[in-house]
């Protein structure tokens, strides 16, 4: 839906000297983040589609890079997404690329999954469980989780119960928990001891 309305911002790749700036557009059919709201359940009775889903299934994103004169190139999965892709880096001038994802409802959907898996890690995690990134015994992917503790606050645990709080770390689609590593060690530098950290 962004891409629509900010069409305009491609107008500097017209000009010969600019740097080879390739732009992906995610394509979920509109402004898939509304469908997140409690007004999405309601639908037609509150005009969903006309004031927030906005389709973009009418809009032709080709034919838009075709207006700016740069090269373009769709994409409907992952592999096809890698292959258009490389491509653009492998080229010296600006350029489009458009992935077609899963619609938005689906996307609520797998939302709302990875937050139950994360909430059972967690609670696991909270009770003492061991936890791995090995399968789960209802046939799902557990979730895989770190820790981040000082040495001297677990050799204080040994020998005193602490009510200690735990802080989550949540990362993102792209990368993983590792990227916390750094943020997670500043952390434990400033909070008081009372603190556990743990990534996911």
Do not use: C
């Amino acid at each position: 839906r962004s891409s629509v309305h900010t069409q305009h911002s491609h107008t500097p790749s017209l000009s010969s000297h600019s740097p080879p700036l390739t732009t992906v557009i995610v394509n979920n059919d509109g402004g898939g983040i509304f469908s997140f709201l409690p007004i999405a359940k309601h639908g037609n009775d509150v005009g969903f589609e006309d004031f927030f889903g906005t389709p973009t299934s009418s809009f032709a994103f080709d034919k838009a890079a075709d207006a700016f004169g740069l090269p373009y190139e769709g994409a409907s999965s992952f592999d096809e997404f890698k292959e258009a892709y490389g491509k653009a880096l492998d080229d010296s001038s600006p350029s489009i690329v458009e992935a077609q994802v899963v619609g938005r409802e689906t996307n609520v959907a797998v939302h709302a999954e990875i937050t139950r898996l994360a909430k059972h890690t967690i609670d696991e995690f909270l009770q003492g469980t061991e936890i791995s990134a090995s399968s789960a015994s209802d046939g799902g992917t557990r979730l895989p989780i770190k820790s981040y503790r000082r040495e001297s606050a677990d050799t204080a645990d040994s020998t005193r119960k602490v009510r200690r709080k735990t802080l989550v770390l949540l990362h993102g689609w792209m990368g993983d928990k590792t990227e916390w590593d750094e943020a997670a060690s500043a952390l434990l530098q400033v909070l008081s001891g009372e603190w556990n950290i743990v990534a996911i």
